[in-house]
């Protein structure tokens, strides 16, 4: 059974750090791109970053440039999203989903979803 799971998720403070990550299973990542969405309540899914299958290229929407950083390491299988200086209006669900090979904001184009973990940030 081909799945995507996210992890690291949680209460946090304003100004505060997170990790996120994404472990395939049933599949190999080294062929996907990994996007990391996020939707909070009552707005659209948004796309936050990305990184292709070759490692290169992580995207980023402006509101998180300087602070998030993607990552992945092929030998386990995963993706990390690093959240840093995180901010209330980071709060959110966020999900990773893969396509094969290259980036693509459009949701829509991702093949497969996680089912997402929850970050809020709050004092």
């Known amino acids: 059974q081909l799945q995507l799971v996210e992890s690291g998720g949680g209460l946090v403070q304003p100004g505060g750090s997170l990790r996120l990550s994404c472990a395939a299973s049933?599949?190999?990542?080294?062929?996907?791109?990994i996007g990391w969405f996020r939707q909070a309540p009552g707005k659209e899914r948004e796309g936050v970053s990305c990184?292709?299958?070759?490692?290169?290229?992580?995207n980023y929407v402006d509101s998180v440039k300087g602070r998030f950083t993607i990552s992945r390491d092929n030998a386990k299988n995963t993706v990390y999203l690093q959240m840093n200086s995180l901010k209330p209006e980071d709060t959110a669900i966020y999900y990773c989903a893969a396509r094969r090979f290259l980036c693509s904001v459009s949701a829509s184009e991702y093949m497969y979803w996680g089912q997402g973990t929850q970050v809020t940030v709050s004092s």
């Open positions: 049933g599949f190999t990542l080294d062929y996907y791109a």
């Open positions: 990184i292709s299958s070759s490692g290169s290229g992580g």
